[in-house]
């Protein structure tokens, strides 16, 4: 979707292998066709003007680039600072990478917080008496 004519947007959706594509629309008719493609799924708004700010604002995700107006920098999530739109390939795998890594880490952090702290105690506390009574741990240390 887009606000340039549809010679240009035709090209730019067939180099990007886009079926669906929208020329000439108005900011609000944009607007618009954020808001009724978010109630069904996840949005991405790519813009670079103040006649796109309202729709990047209204998409899950809005992006813009880093040569364009202030007011569509400031209603974007994520800014493209070289310009390029193929850095916008970078940031998805990036923002993938990065969820991947989250969730392996809490993973890890649940996993050791149930069952790291006993072994880590039991083996610590070993030569000190220490042991499991009634569901509470007790530790009878003779120093």
Excluded at 70 to 86: D, R, T
């Amino acid at each position: 979707m887009s606000g340039d004519n549809s010679q240009k947007t035709n090209d730019t959706a067939d180099a990007l292998q886009i079926a669906h594509r929208n020329a000439g629309l108005l900011p609000e008719e944009k607007l618009a066709a954020i808001h009724a493609l978010s109630s069904k799924d996840v949005t991405a708004m790519v813009g670079d003007g103040i006649n796109d700010a309202p729709a990047l604002t209204a998409a899950t995700v809005g992006i813009s680039l880093g040569d364009a107006t202030q007011v569509a920098i400031q209603s974007a999530e994520v800014i493209l600072l070289k310009g390029k739109l193929a850095d916008l390939v970078s940031a998805h795998q990036l923002s993938l990478r990065t969820v991947a890594t989250i969730k392996q880490n809490l993973f890890w952090a649940f996993f050791l917080q149930c069952n790291g702290n006993s072994f880590g105690s039991t083996r610590l506390f070993k030569s000190h008496d220490c042991r499991f009574h009634d569901g509470i741990f007790r530790c009878y240390c003779d120093w």
